[in-house]
């Protein structure tokens, strides 16, 4: 499970720039991020259960602990080759809602500031829709795409 930092003071550095924390993971090779206080926990593949009409990109549903979590496969709903990685599952929660984010691999947890190396998303994006990225963590040659998972979980106001 990934800790979450509360105090939001501890996030100013010395010069006044706002510091924010990512989770970063793999999706065909690339990396991709999400901003941490949506992240819940990170696990290990289970069974997923299929749920008929549902778009491709809704892999199913798993039981956490009593507790039915649909399944996005976020290759799929970016229209990405498959990598033949083993998958892991990091679980988010936007509006209250819990959703699992079907990932390759979890690279890092990751401190970035805002003012400095967060630049705005390009026109294009690979097969990632533009208004599914929030911008892009800029680190010397490294390129992070970050996620709006509003914008990814309830386009046209429904959620997947």
């Given at each position: ?5 509360e105090n939001l003071e501890e996030l100013k550095d010395y010069s006044g720039g ?140 429904s959620i997947v």
């Amino acid at each position: 499970m990934i800790d979450i930092i509360e105090n939001l003071e501890e996030l100013k550095d010395y010069s006044g720039g706002e510091k924010k924390q990512i989770v970063i993971f793999q999706l065909s090779g690339e990396e991709y991020a999400v901003d941490i206080t949506h992240s819940r926990q990170i696990i290990k593949l289970s069974k997923i259960t299929p749920v008929p009409n549902t778009p491709d990109y809704v892999r199913g549903v798993i039981n956490l602990r009593g507790q039915i979590i649909p399944v996005i496969d976020l290759k799929k709903r970016f229209s990405l080759p498959d990598s033949g990685e083993k998958e892991k599952i990091i679980t988010v929660e936007v509006r209250d809602i819990l959703i699992g984010l079907l990932v390759d691999n979890i690279k890092e947890v990751l401190w970035y500031d805002v003012e400095t190396e967060l630049e705005p998303a390009p026109e294009v994006i690979g097969g990632v829709k533009q208004e599914f990225v929030k911008g892009i963590v800029k680190r010397g040659e490294r390129l992070i795409v970050l996620i709006d998972l509003e914008e990814l979980l309830f386009e046209n106001s429904s959620i997947v």
